[in-house]
């Protein structure tokens, strides 16, 4: 291991998951998909990312190895769901069991609705969602960046204006090393 150490500052080497656990905590999600038969499936994302304006475009950094990959690669469509802490269960629910298995969003209690432009739902709940076609698949080692044009945006109206409202969105989960933390705490919000 490198380690380089200057006046009281020590910095030591970091390598694989280790690299992108520097990134974390991050904004975890449930993006929702279909099959071709319009059979829906949710998965736990924490890899996702504004990629442009206009046109707007999202990204979602998928395994290849999961189920939820292989439909939106043959539906070419998915949600982005951004959820508050009571979802909590579902998160670890979409993450850690297999669409292919079993049905998540039954097990996790999900309830879906039909989103304003495209064919697979949003979670009803959610605190939004951006409904998105894909626009271009960019292999990337072991994932898939999924680039996904905006359809639709919709968020719960109480929540947001312009940006996340402090004293109503604290609940927004962050993903970090197996457990969880908040997006907004008092402390950050409160004027000093």
């Known amino acids: 291991m490198t380690t380089i150490r200057k006046d009281d500052l020590q910095y030591k080497e970091i390598t694989g998951r280790q690299m992108t656990a520097l990134l974390n905590p991050r904004?975890?999600?449930?993006?929702?998909?279909?099959?071709?038969?319009?059979?829906?499936?949710?998965?736990?994302?924490?890899?996702?990312?504004?990629?442009?304006?206009?046109?707007?475009?999202?990204g979602i950094s998928?395994?290849?190895?999961?189920?939820?990959?292989?439909?939106?690669?043959?539906?070419?469509?998915?949600?982005?769901?951004?959820?508050?802490?009571?979802?909590?269960?579902?998160?670890?629910?979409?993450g850690n069991i297999s669409g292919a298995d079993c049905n998540k969003i039954e097990r996790a209690g999900l309830e879906l609705r039909p989103t304003l432009k495209g064919r697979c739902p949003f979670i009803l709940g959610s605190l939004g969602y951006l409904a998105c076609q894909l626009e271009q698949q960019i292999p990337v080692?072991?994932?898939?960046?999924?680039?996904?044009?905006?359809l639709s945006a919709m968020v719960q109206a109480d929540r947001f204006s312009d940006s996340w409202m402090p004293d109503k969105a604290k609940v927004l989960l962050f993903?970090?090393?197996?457990?969880?933390?908040f997006g907004v705490h008092e402390e950050e919000t409160t004027p000093t």
């Open 27 to 58: 904004l975890a999600v449930l993006v929702t998909c279909c099959d071709e038969n319009g059979v829906p499936n949710a998965i736990s994302i924490a890899w996702h990312t504004p990629l442009s304006h206009d046109p707007p475009l999202v």
């Open 62 to 94: 998928v395994g290849k190895t999961r189920y939820s990959h292989k439909l939106i690669e043959k539906s070419g469509e998915f949600v982005i769901n951004v959820v508050d802490t009571s979802f909590r269960n579902a998160i670890e629910t979409c």
């Open 141 to 150: 080692g072991d994932h898939t960046l999924f680039v996904g044009r905006v």
């Open 175 to 181: 993903w970090h090393r197996n457990s969880y933390g």
